[in-house]
């Protein structure tokens, strides 16, 4: 049994002070922590606090990117090393605004995800297809393509605790999700280029999110489709109250 993962992604949204109540009120939240992992994608303005804020709760924090080097001359960025350092345990790589905006692509998500694992952080490695992609139905062939690249040189033990979010682009802020059954196919076929590389134990260990305008009136439906092994959550993730419901739809 794969535990289910619902990660909020809030991209570039929120004050410190509206971060810092999010956290406070959702660590007063009835969540079965044993049943559903639940993990908040924050600015890294605030992730300090946000670690501090949720410690010995059922939340776990992340970050929204990272860059692969430990230290340098990278103006803006921020290292795994630095995250590691602060408390944060999760970081989504790969995300389709970070590879359509700041030019994150398959080489260097693998590379990220490597620095990830060296910094005892949860790599989150989103794959997704452009709508024309999936109108020429090459939306497997795409998706398979850039899980095989992500992962490529990681490690079996690595790839066991890797997780991957399927979020077709086309579904990201729109409003528009892919029904369950299409998400479930594409998860599958994930599942299966894994497992044709990597072998069983890592196909069935390996968790894989569902992205793309997940709400609490879809996620149910979602979750309770053999592949899909989560979300990865934007919009709905604002609120404690919607977030709540997606937890306790994963519990
Ligand atoms: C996302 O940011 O990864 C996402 C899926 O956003 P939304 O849920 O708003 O579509």
């Known amino acids: 049994m794969r535990k289910p993962v619902i990660a909020g992604n809030w991209k570039m949204y929120k004050t410190l002070a509206e971060a810092k109540e999010f956290a406070l009120q959702l ?29 010995g709760s059922f939340v776990s924090i992340g970050a929204q990117t990272m860059h692969e080097e430990k230290e340098g001359a990278y103006t803006g960025e921020v290292s795994g090393h630095q995250l590691q350092d602060l408390g944060v345990e999760y970081v989504v790589l790969g995300h389709s605004e970070r590879r359509q905006y700041f030019n994150e692509t398959d080489e260097s998500v693998n590379k990220k995800a490597k620095a990830a694992f060296e910094n ?4 989150i490695i989103c794959v997704g297809e452009t709508l ?7 939306t497997e062939t795409i998706v398979s393509n ?20 399927y979020e077709p682009i ?12 299409d998400a479930n196919d ?3 076929a994930i599942r299966e280029t894994i497992l044709d590389g990597y072998g069983e134990e890592v196909a069935n260990s390996v968790r894989i999110q569902y992205g793309g305008s997940v709400k609490p009136e879809n996620i149910v439906e979602l979750l309770s489709k053999e592949h899909i ?5 934007g919009g709905a993730s604002l609120q404690v109250d919607s977030f709540v419901k997606l937890l306790e739809a994963g519990a």
């Open 27 to 55: 660590k007063e939240q009835q969540v079965d922590g044993t049943k559903v992992d639940a993990v908040i994608c924050a600015p890294p303005l605030f992730l300090d606090q946000l670690v501090e804020a949720t410690k």
């Open 120 to 123: 005892n952080l949860t790599p």
């Open 132 to 138: 024309e992609q999936r109108e020429q139905n090459e």
């Open 146 to 165: 850039q899980v095989m690249a992500a992962i490529e040189g990681l490690t079996e033990e690595q790839l066991i605790q890797s997780i991957i979010a």
């Open 170 to 181: 086309w579904a990201i802020g729109t409003g528009k999700t892919a029904t369950a059954d």
């Open 186 to 188: 594409v998860c599958q």
């Open 229 to 233: 092994d989560g979300a990865l959550v």
